[in-house]
């Protein structure tokens, strides 16, 4: 089975602080996404990687930036945290390809920020 | 842009009953389409996977649809129970990358 996993089920951090989320997959999986999903604004794509050390924006990706130096990691880094990135954040992988680029999700983590 | 339609919001039913949850997307270039189960404060658990080649995938009392050209995908349970209750969410898979773009889910809830 794959497993996706992520440093931290719960975060609670003050405003203005550097925060790293760390997702670490165990199956040899080229991509890798950051997502956050809100209330009412569903799952939105933060960045993704879709191989070591590239990376490319998503959606919304004001405010965050990643990292991706081993197949196996990747990291969200929020550099200033702030009370509007209070959220729940998903990491995910999938193989890269014609495949059937079937996405496998982490728990999640759960970041407030006051 | 591509959006992607789930309807109902939310939805009660008793224990026993089939139900279906719609999907809607608004570009038929897609590659596949993803369903999801969602507890409360988890993470997604991939429930199906259909390529934009087939037209239908089962898997225990699960069964999803795809009509690719009306931009439509439907997941029917049969024989619903209470461990069903949690949200469910499609996605469709567009471009390179394997870039999802979800539905902001329907929330099942099975009573006995």
């Known amino acids: 089975d794959v497993k996706v996993t992520q440093s931290s089920r719960y975060l609670v951090k003050r405003t203005g602080e550097k925060v790293f989320l760390e997702c670490v997959q165990d199956?040899?999986?080229?991509?890798m996404f950051w997502y956050r999903q809100d209330p009412g604004l569903g799952l939105r794509l933060i960045y993704f990687s879709y191989d070591v050390k590239m990376k490319e924006k998503g959606d919304i990706p004001e405010g965050y930036s990643v990292s991706r130096e081993k197949k196996e990691r990747f990291s969200l880094i929020l550099e200033s945290a702030s009370t509007n990135q209070t959220s729940m954040y998903l990491c995910?992988?999938?193989?890269?390809?014609?495949?059937?680029?079937?996405?496998?999700f982490g728990p999640g983590t759960r970041l407030t920020v006051t | 842009k591509q959006e992607v339609t789930q309807i109902p919001a939310a939805l009660s039913v008793p224990e026993g009953e089939n139900l279906v949850l719609n999907c809607s997307f608004t570009?038929?270039?897609?590659?596949?389409l993803q369903w999801f189960r969602q507890d409360p404060g988890k993470g997604l658990t991939s429930l199906l996977l259909i390529q934009s080649s087939q037209r239908e995938q089962t898997s225990g009392r699960l069964n999803a649809s795809l009509d690719k050209s009306s931009g439509r995908s439907t997941l029917y349970i049969a024989a619903s129970q209470p461990g069903d209750s949690a949200t469910y969410l499609c996605a469709v898979r567009i471009g390179g990358y394997n870039k999802l773009i979800f539905g902001a889910g329907t929330r099942l809830a099975v009573h006995p």
């Open positions: 570009d038929s270039a897609i590659y596949n």
């Open positions: 199956m040899d999986h080229e991509n």
């Open positions: 995910a992988s999938s193989l890269s390809g014609t495949g059937s680029g079937e996405q496998y």
